[in-house]
């Protein structure tokens, strides 16, 4: 029974921030490899960030690098996504996406590669 609740979406005006957070239950946290993804009507989900299982490693793509920034709190069994300057374009439902290996790299930045995803929270950015 495993859950992924992301919470913390809104509407915001281009240039402001949202602090997105997912919180899991049912999953070994501690040693799961932890993600975020997006996506807009009419696209394909998009990865936006990935943290491993100790905080040691962080990957973004490109379009959000240096203005989002992904966390994770082991002992509340809870993974953030601090959006900055936040761009139109930004605008989608943002999913968290948990995969039990701690081995990052086994993921990639494919959505389909983890195992447990959450129902999202929309996040709309106005011009």
């Not at 997912?22 to 040693?31: K, M, P, Q």
Request: glycine content about 12%; aromatic content about 12%; some cysteine.
């Amino acid at each position: 029974q495993v859950q992924l609740v992301e919470s913390g979406g809104g509407l915001v005006h281009a240039g402001g921030s949202l602090r997105l957070s997912c919180a899991a239950s049912g999953l070994t946290f501690s040693s799961a490899t932890m993600g975020w993804f997006r996506q807009a009507p009419g696209k394909e989900r998009e990865f936006v960030a990935a943290i491993n299982w100790n905080s040691d490693t962080t990957r973004y793509a490109d379009s959000v690098k240096g203005r989002f920034t992904i966390s994770r709190d082991n002992a509340k069994d809870t993974v953030y996504l601090q959006m900055n300057t936040l761009k139109p374009e930004g605008t989608a439902v943002y999913y968290c996406q948990a995969g039990r290996s701690s081995r990052m790299r086994l993921y990639g930045s494919t959505s389909a590669t983890y195992d447990y995803w959450g129902q999202g929270t929309q996040v709309t950015v106005s011009s």
